[in-house]
């Protein structure tokens, strides 16, 4: 029985079945599957059938800091669009590669950067060889308080060892540089999303919201590097630091080509 003691657990406290009972039907339910599943899955089919809500053991909670967020699309399936997103959450053990659906779930995500959150009711799918979380409209996100976990700086799996190994492996990651070279420029933007405007028939195009007035952002563009190479870098929008032109930075962000695309300064230390 120590198998399934943790689904025995679950029908004790929702049900008033005995264990004598509850051990009998799992047994009916083998015979009844030509012995080929092992008593385990067949607690779950019992618990199943009595009612038992067995979410927090077959998908138990998923906790982390939100370290990644792609951009929101749209479903082409089905009758009506739903929006969508990719996220990587991450742990003290492990990155978890997610994709929300629904206008609820998009917004709590897309404003969660670093925070802790909380994914419970998910469903497991394999894309591309890689497991997948999916976060549907009946999952259910919550911001869990920030002394939940460590600091996001203070999770290894957060941690890119090098520029290189960044490279290579894709995805969002928080490293240590040295900064060699800056230059700022500006450009227009959208007021709501900031990205680059075209401007198309004397009119400043947003390619999500459409004709907008344009504000003025910056682009700073960095030479970074550590041990393993030299990399350009790019920084959208105000600078916590005046210039980071020889400083010890910690930054998060990922590689797009061979450019690294920077989403977050943390700290920035200039050494006398």
């Not at 911001?143 to 941690?159: F, R, S, V, Y």
Request: proline residues 4%.
């Amino acid at each position: 029985m120590s198998e399934y003691n943790d689904i025995w657990k679950a029908v004790s406290e929702q049900t008033g079945i005995s264990r004598d009972d509850f051990e009998e039907k799992i047994k009916q339910t083998i015979e009844m599957m030509d012995g080929l599943i092992l008593p385990r899955a067949a607690a779950i089919i019992v618990a199943r059938d009595l009612g038992v809500d067995l979410s927090q053991i077959l998908t138990p909670a998923i906790v982390g800091r939100v370290i990644e967020v792609g951009p929101v699309r749209k479903s082409t399936g089905g009758r009506e669009e739903t929006k969508f997103c990719i996220f990587v959450v991450v742990n003290e053990k492990e990155r978890i590669r997610c994709v929300a659906f629904g206008d609820k779930n998009v917004d709590i995500v897309r404003d969660a950067d670093d925070k802790v959150i909380k994914i419970t009711n998910y469903i497991i799918a394999t894309v591309k060889n890689q497991d997948l979380v999916r976060v549907t409209e009946n999952s259910k996100i919550e911001i869990l308080p920030d002394d939940t976990l460590p600091k996001i700086l203070d999770l290894p799996k957060a941690w890119a060892s090098d520029l290189k190994s960044a490279l290579e492996m894709r995805g969002t990651y928080i490293i240590k540089v040295g900064v060699i070279d800056e230059e700022i420029t500006e450009y227009f933007a959208c007021p709501i999303c900031k990205k680059r405007l075209d401007f198309i028939e004397s009119n400043w195009v947003c390619p999500e919201h459409g004709n907008v007035e344009p504000e003025t952002r910056k682009i700073h563009h960095y030479q970074i590097a550590d041990k393993s190479g030299i990399y350009p870098a790019v920084y959208f929008g105000e600078s916590p630091y005046d210039s980071l032109y020889k400083r010890i930075v910690i930054m998060k962000g990922y590689f797009k080509g061979e450019e690294f695309q920077i989403s977050k300064i943390y700290n920035a230390i200039k050494k006398q």
